[in-house]
């Protein structure tokens, strides 16, 4: 290609030159000081964030559909508009109908808070429908359904037969990012791919951005999923050498004192607790700081192996941290863990509330507390430890590579770190995923743990499980009752916290019936699941927020309405906040239709293994979002899913070809860049 000498920096991406991934996204025509502010927001700053931001899916205009022959599921359809209508159904929600119609049939498409939709269509002109269609109230609709006017597409171009359509940004549509995209088409061609005897990077983003065929598209993002995952595994081998290189203080406790209170405890360890228990020890007494994480199923008993490793470094006279996500949580912990230890520990409770924290911080910095549980009053300036030997991060995934590494850098010298999960990984990923990770694995319960009963109810059938839960309540036992939504804002017909609590309210007037959702502040959310523990609250009603969280052994019902739009470690893990105590437990899993129930409901009914429901969630949903915030959150994944175990062996082979060649990494910024990202959030220093 004829290169052009040129001044002007913008010139140059604009005629087709080199392109700087790093240059910043005003550089692209089109991108002005106000929409730059937008993207900014979005965390899109640069032209590799602009590349990298993918089409969340595709329009097929080739394989449009007559009307009559449409069955529920994503649709594109080739009509006419028939009759629009527009109602106001209150302040925050405009609701416009139209009906649409070719020479098959007919059927409604809706649209939520798009107004414009109404003055949109022209009378007589065929425009292309593409949206999913459901049974809502009775009747088949099109919900949301974008609209293309069909004589702007010919169909014997490329070009037009499959169309992305972008995540919206704000005010920046998805029409914008494909014209932002298109403007710099030619400069994606000339990026240089990011792993060395690993081509096709270029052609993989030209294939997602500009697929002739769906299969060209899915490929594209293979390619790109491989390549991320790449940067993840080798970050993940170079961290584990780094920290093999760092050096702590061992750890070695009195074994026949560490027995001797295990033997006084008032039941018995489960061989998973003691497996996972000695590994931790065996851990502590190296010079290189452990970095272990403790992943057990709902209950399984992971508090009560990090109380033992506390109780070896206290023995060992090395003070033990242990950093919960919610005040209420490190409450809990500080309440069961002071009552198991009585007189041999000294315990103390930091969160944002403690009373007396400069009296408190003293005692802690002089040594005089062994175990200080908290949240992230922890990691304040003006906390300071004496000798912090071990610390321990529940619920890992709630605290970010941030928080983690300002506790650490409470000791003198690094500490042991042990992080938990309750969220069961699939043990095919474990070593992959987590290669710089040691892993410990509680697949036990606990001896007198209840086994929970779990039901799939029709929206049609509910009678009958309204009287249970109403025995329940009359036993004084409490209710969870989750929803999918906060409120009736947006397209979707989903059961909503706001509107499910006055109904529940209206049911059960003796009862007392709260909400909680993410949007209310930390003290709010705490406030009510302080109540709830206590048993003041009878009914909870609320999102996924309590998917995590404090044990309630009062609680014996989990009420999960529209349950066929969750994965199934999400639903395990909340049907996991009940059958905590002796009473027999039980879980709803409501469907948001009256059709059959799907796979994943008939395996959450059938079993109660957490991991089991791990590997058949991957099995049914291949490389789905099962982790959430695991994957997404913790590690950072925009494109690859850790479930994709096929591209986590190639990424994996990969890797080793690359160690095996010895590049030198600094040779290839973007790779270098890349695997940077992943080393920080894993590392111990």
Known sequence: M???????????????????????????????????????????????????????????????QNIAELKPGKVTVKAKVEETTVRRMRRNLTIVEATLRDKTGAIKAVWFNQPYRAKQFDAGKDYYFSGTMALSYGRYQISNPSATLADDYDLKASTAKIQPVYPMRGSVKSQDFKKFIKTIQNNIALIPDMIPNYAGRADALLNVHFPETLDAAKAGREYLATEELFSLLLAAQLNREENQKLRTQAIRGDMEQLKDFIGGLPFKLTNAQRRATWEIIQDMEQEIPMNRLLQ?????????????????????????????????LATQHAESLSQLFKDRLSIALLTGSTKHKPELKKHIKNGEVDLVIGTHALITDDTEFKSLGLAIIDEQHRFGVAQRQKLLAKAHTMPHLLSMTATPIPRSLQLTIFGDLSVSILDELPAGRQPITTKIISPNSTKQMWQSIEQELAKKHQVYYICKKIDDKGASELSNVKKETQKIAHQFPNCNVAFLHGRMKPAEKDEIMTLFSKGQIDILVSTTVVEVGVNVPNATVMVIADADQYGLSQLHQLRGRVGRGSDASYCYLINSNSDAPTRRLREIERSQDGFYLAEADLKLRGPGELYGSLQHGALDLRIATITDTKLVHKADGLVKQFRRQGYNMLEYKELSNSVRKYQRLTTLN
């Open 2 to 64: 004829a290169r052009r000498k040129l001044s002007d920096r913008t010139s140059r991406l604009r005629y087709n030159i080199d392109m700087d991934l790093a240059a910043p996204i005003q550089e692209v025509k089109g991108i002005g000081p106000k929409t730059a502010e937008v993207l900014h927001k979005a965390g899109i700053f640069t032209l590799r964030d602009l590349v990298y931001h993918l089409p969340r899916d595709y329009e097929n205009f080739q394989q449009a």
């Open 296 to 328: 057990g199923d709902v209950g399984s008993g992971k508090t009560m192996v990090a109380a033992l490793s506390c109780f070896v470094a206290a023995m060992s006279g090395l003070q033990a941290a242990i950093m919960a996500p919610t005040e209420v």
